[in-house]
């Protein structure tokens, strides 16, 4: 037997082309299914997760997916915004805590997400460096957000301006990053999280008064303070905010904070029955606002990842009937091509069942390096399941 | 540098109120934690939480609540806390440049904000080491209306109680005794201005709103600080004021100096003090300096 396998072991490796050809489609073969399996449970685990921990969510009227997705996984390019009474609305019901979420702007590329303490104490979100946020212009990020951008505690990071031509936009704040969250798991890894208010001034709702060149007066702008921007101030330039310890005290808001923007409220019910209570608000048809659930909705667009997995396997078993038709003709079309090396191992004295031996040797050597490699594969899907569930599961 | 320098502070507030928290007269685990940003909030806390609660009062003896501008480690130690009692009706400017958990907040005066007072028109002057400041917005020291401070203790209470429900008894039982305490000086109060309806008085600062439109006081204010002489303009614009207001007495917010009380005598206004008592007192509690403001009143409308 020993012999056999070593035949076969110096017949593939004298055709180390066509083996490994045949090595790693079968490997392909068997990880394909394997591993898209292995992507669709990761991402059900995630999502599932993190719509289970979320009890409801309050947003403006329209796809309550787009909803769930905004609030939960702050994607959405431009999600459609409440006011900050019905944070408040909801809280007023006594039936439900609330936490309102901005998530409108990005920052780099990564989400910035205004949200209030209690977020992360609902999400148990704690600085592993660094400390929470305490002022205006403070940010923490999420441990994703901290290794892509390089940032630590302490360091500044300018906000992303929202259009480079709009000259009478509002100018980039230019944030603290007060310290970096410990890794989740969760797309709050990604995140780079400020104060609702901080939010609120990046929008443009709140600003600070700084005394310009000429002569100290007060000026309602948001001012840039430090030495290297006096001579933007004076050519009426300024390239961006900065909220100090010596600016802070000026910074405040114009009008009603019950009528600034929001993108969902997170209602923390502490029981069923205020959280049925709760949904009969919002039943009315002309509301302007809903409530989802969001593990319902989760379910709903799992179940049609899994038609579109389905409709994968049934792709991927005809594609692999395919494939092993095709392996079994290249291997009986080597056979025959093989004949005279057959004929002379037989005139050498060996019988046909050697013969029969030596093909089965190579087969399973085939199949183990074959196996081999689809193992390396899923070690490697499952090392990045949670990137690829971020990339191909979660739009 | 200036981020790094925002970062050291962030880092040593932490420190510093680890140390406080598990060094420092840390209440034992378990015990409600409430902060209060104005005293008379403070104190109803702590007459209706009594030894089950443990009651901060974050603000320096020598700094007036509403100016109070609360550093980095001032938020990090308001944020430990449980509750968080708020005045409301503006007193806490500094509330919009904090960050501060939403669900542990709670507006005291959020129950009554129809019956808050808007000031227009406000002097911009200055007094002491804050500089200029202006009194217009909404006035704040809700808790002069005994009424209101009632109500701003229910608040008080209802949040106590949301959050420890097992000690609810004891807390109304405490609520109602501090509210019993209220209304017997709003009774005394109401008794005292009723002698001499419409007796002309002089507020030495803007802060007596409340306190006049409950008890139908018929008070004129002046911008005036008890340790610091007033400048000639301010005086002659007293004696037009008194010539259209002929006031006898002037309340102040303390004693004023001998001096100003002097010169005050010497016009036929005799001064007397109603200590807002919107920071902790040096002696007694916020009941007792009430008192003390009720018994000046009375000598007042005596004479």
Not at chain 1, 85 to 112: M, N
Not at chain 1, 346 to 369: D, H, K, N, Q, W
Not at chain 1, 374 to 389: F, G, N, P, T, Y
Request: glycine share 8%.
């Amino acid at each position: 037997m020993r012999h056999d396998f070593y035949l076969a072991w110096r017949y593939l490796r004298h055709h180390r082309a066509r083996s490994l050809i045949l090595i790693a489609s079968l490997g392909l073969l068997i990880t394909l299914p394997l591993a898209l399996h292995r992507i669709l449970d990761a991402g059900e685990a995630l999502m599932t997760a993190r719509a289970a921990s979320t009890p409801l969510l309050v947003g403006a009227r329209g796809s309550a997916l787009d909803l769930t997705l905004s609030a939960l996984y702050f994607n959405a390019a431009h999600p459609p915004m409440i006011r900050m009474a019905e944070a408040e609305r909801v809280a007023a019901t006594g039936w439900a805590e609330a936490l309102p979420i901005y998530s409108r702007f990005r920052v780099r590329g990564q989400p910035l997400v205004g949200v209030t303490l209690d977020y992360f104490d609902f999400r148990q979100l704690k600085p592993v460096a660094g400390a929470p946020l305490a002022m205006l212009g403070d940010c923490v990020l999420g441990a994703e957000a901290a290794a892509k951008l390089g940032l630590e505690p302490g360091d500044p990071l300018l906000t992303t301006p929202e259009n480079l031509f709009d000259l009478a936009g509002i100018y980039p704040l230019k944030l603290h990053v007060a310290g970096i969250l410990g890794r989740s798991h969760t797309p709050d890894d990604e995140a780079v999280f400020i104060d609702l208010q901080t939010a609120w001034v990046i929008e443009g709702l709140g600003h600070g008064h700084t005394a310009v060149a000429d002569g100290g007066r007060m000026t309602p702008r948001i001012a840039a303070v430090p030495a290297t921007n006096i001579q933007v101030d004076q050519t009426k330039l300024l390239t961006y905010t900065e909220i100090t310890p010596e600016n802070v005290g000026s910074f405040h808001f114009h009008g009603d904070p019950a009528t600034y923007p929001i993108t969902a409220v997170i209602a923390v019910p502490p029981d069923q029955r205020a959280t049925t209570l709760l949904r009969g608000r919002y039943l009315a048809p002309l509301n302007s606002v809903q409530i989802v659930d969001p593990a319902a909705t989760t379910q709903s667009l799992l179940q049609n990842i899994f038609r579109v997995g389905a409709l994968f396997d049934g792709v991927l078993l005809l594609v692999g009937i395919a494939t092993l038709l095709i392996v079994a003709l290249v291997f009986a079309l080597s056979l025959r091509l093989r004949q005279r090396e057959i004929d002379t191992i037989v005139l050498l004295g060996c019988s046909r069942l050697t013969v029969l031996r030596l093909a089965a040797a190579e087969l399973v050597l085939i199949a183990i390096a074959s196996s081999g490699l689809c193992l390396l594969l899923l070690a490697l899907v499952r090392h990045q399941s949670m990137e690829l569930v971020r990339h191909f599961v979660i739009p | 540098m200036l981020s790094r320098t925002r970062a050291l502070q962030h880092t040593l507030a932490m420190l510093l109120g680890i140390a406080a928290t598990t060094a420092l007269g840390a209440p034992p685990a378990g015990t409600l934690r409430v902060t209060a940003t104005v005293y008379p909030i403070a104190y109803f806390a702590e007459r209706i939480g009594g030894p089950a609660v443990a009651v901060g009062f974050p603000i320096p003896a020598d700094v007036d609540p509403p100016f109070w501008q609360p550093g980095i480690p001032d938020i990090i130690a308001l944020q430990k806390a449980d509750l968080i009692l708020l005045n409301g009706a503006d007193l806490e400017k500094w509330r919009a440049r904090a960050t501060l958990p939403q669900m542990k907040l709670v507006d005291t005066s959020a129950g009554f904000k129809g019956r808050l007072i808007v000031v227009d028109n406000a002097v911009t002057h200055s007094h002491g080491p804050g500089g200029q400041h202006t009194h217009s917005g909404t006035a704040y020291t809700t808790w002069l209306d005994l009424e209101l401070a009632g109500q701003q203790a229910d608040a008080a209470g209802q949040a106590m109680r949301r959050k420890r429900p097992t000690l609810a008894t004891r807390f109304n039982t405490n609520l109602d005794a501090l509210k019993t305490d209220l209304a017997t000086l709003d009774r005394e109060l109401k008794t005292i201005a009723a002698e001499k309806p419409g007796l002309p008085l002089l507020g030495s600062h803007p802060i007596y709103q409340y306190l006049a439109r409950r008890y139908g006081l018929n008070l004129q204010s002046v911008h005036w600080e008890p340790n610091e002489m007033p400048p000639e303009t301010e005086w002659v614009a007293l004696k037009q004021l008194l010539a259209r207001h002929p006031a006898r007495t002037m309340i102040w917010e303390a004693e004023p100096s001998l001096a100003i009380a002097g010169r005050l005598v010497k016009l036929g206004v005799h001064s007397l003090v109603f200590n807002p008592c919107g920071n902790r007192p040096a002696d007694g509690d916020f009941l007792s300096v009430m008192r003390t403001n009720v018994e000046n009143l009375r000598t007042a409308y005596r004479h």
